[in-house]
């Protein structure tokens, strides 16, 4: 069955990092290109970064130069590691395997809205909380 499960959301102080944790079972990330994705209160859900099956990134305008994504093929884990974070990033973030989450299909099936998208879709995670206060 595949799953993917998040962890390392927390609230920090404008300027501080996090690491996002993505580990993936039912699939290796060989498989597919994979994302995180944020949503923020009354927001589409937008995507933040991507990696490809062949470690080709993609970051959003917003993001570049400040969160780096990686992936630990051995522990099948994706990263999202974010610095100098700032109150706009505050969102939830989720993980999600490109094979099946892709922006359009997010928006075709599920409103724009990752968080229905994670309540059932076993392409999507279940979703880690960033909160940056300023």
């Known amino acids: 069955e595949m799953q993917l499960v998040e962890s390392g959301g927390d609230s920090v102080q404008a300027g501080g990092s996090l690491r996002l944790s993505c580990i993936a079972s039912?699939?290796?990330?060989?498989?597919?290109?994979m994302g995180w994705y944020r949503q923020a209160p009354g927001n589409e859900c937008e995507v933040v970064s991507t990696?490809?099956?062949?470690?080709?990134?993609y970051y959003s305008d917003s993001v570049k130069g400040r969160f780096t994504i990686s992936q630990d093929n051995a522990a099948n884990t994706v990263y999202l590691q974010m610095n100098n974070l700032k109150p706009e990033d505050t969102a939830v973030y989720y993980c999600?395997?490109?094979?099946?989450?892709?922006?359009?299909?997010?928006?075709?099936?599920?409103?724009?809205?990752?968080?229905?998208?994670?309540?059932?879709?076993?392409?999507w995670g279940q979703g880690t909380q960033v909160t940056v206060s300023s």
């Open positions: 999600a395997a490109l094979a099946g989450a892709s922006i359009f299909r997010l928006r075709r099936e599920y409103g724009g809205s990752c968080s229905e998208a994670a309540k059932s879709d076993p392409y």
């Open positions: 039912g699939f290796t990330l060989n498989d597919s290109d």
């Open positions: 990696i490809s099956t062949d470690s080709m990134t």
